[in-house]
């Protein structure tokens, strides 16, 4: 990704418009001389605006159940609420880690239109998806979900096999109930293929500098993702912390993410508000 590609940092002030009402004069600003975890970043070609830090409800997330989702409803959404207080934008939630009515508690106090909301659909069939889009937009109490992925592809050929699955995004996004699409893989094979495909317009992907938990090592990784930056689509970083392999090499993480240049944005699930407040500082600093 092209270093003007980065956003200026964005002061949060009390009144600041968001998303569709917001003006951002400073689009083609200056890269910063360090990166915020509050920087303000385009998704690929989508348009979609975001901070560059998504609040993660996932960690070690299925089931209908995460490390987050433990914090009971009110207490993810006081953490929720907290990272919006600091002037995090950007949610990424799914439907297998059980956080959609946490996400609905938190939207009680934040604002819909100043918050991206990402979720993850496992439906195969177009059946399914459309039942999921119903129940999704139930849960999370909103009329329209911004990033809409399907969850853990593994097929190297779910672009055909799958294709009536991706026909009703298609149409979601045609009738405004979400505004971009997408998926996450969890294989080489289905991310070679989401690189090639133009259906793809948001990839979350899973990248650190060991290679844990990710679809295969890192320069291969890197290679699918700088062509998905070449085709316009928007990424966001997964596993930057390596599901916890890394927890104790926090700033080479961090450090190895912000300085891929491949990476809009990415997602780490902190599980108290100290922690979120520490990560935010870490991000900051190890680009100072």
Known sequence: ????????????????????????????????????????????????????????????????????????????????WAGYDQGLRFIDCADSYGTH?????????????????????????????????????????????????????????????????????????????????????????ALRAAAKEPWVEVDLARINPIGSHMDADSETVLSALWEMRAAGKGIIGMKILGEGDMRHRQDEALKYALSSKVLDAFTIGAESRAEQTDLMRRIAAVTA
């Open 101 to 189: 009515p946490h996400v609905a508690a938190a939207l009680k106090r934040i604002p819909r239109g100043k918050v991206t909301i990402l979720t993850k659909s496992w439906a195969r069939d177009a059946a399914g998806m459309r039942a999921d889009l119903d129940r999704f937009r139930r849960e999370l109490a909103t009329d329209h979900i911004d990033i809409l992925l399907m969850h853990c592809l593994t097929a190297a050929d779910w672009t055909t096999r799958y294709r009536s699955v991706m026909d009703v995004l298609s149409e979601a996004k045609a009738k405004g109930l979400i505004r971009v699409h997408g998926c996450s893989c969890h294989s080489i094979g």
């Open 1 to 80: 990704m092209k270093r003007r590609e980065f956003l200026g940092k964005t002061a949060w002030g009390v009144g600041t418009a968001w998303l569709d009402s917001m003006t951002l004069p400073s689009l083609a600003a200056r890269t910063p001389a360090r990166f915020s975890a509050t920087d303000v970043v385009t998704l690929g070609k989508t348009g979609l605006q975001s901070t560059r830090l998504a609040m993660g409800t996932g960690t070690v997330g299925f089931n209908h159940s995460s490390n987050q989702a433990k914090l009971g409803i009110q207490g993810l959404a006081d953490l929720l």
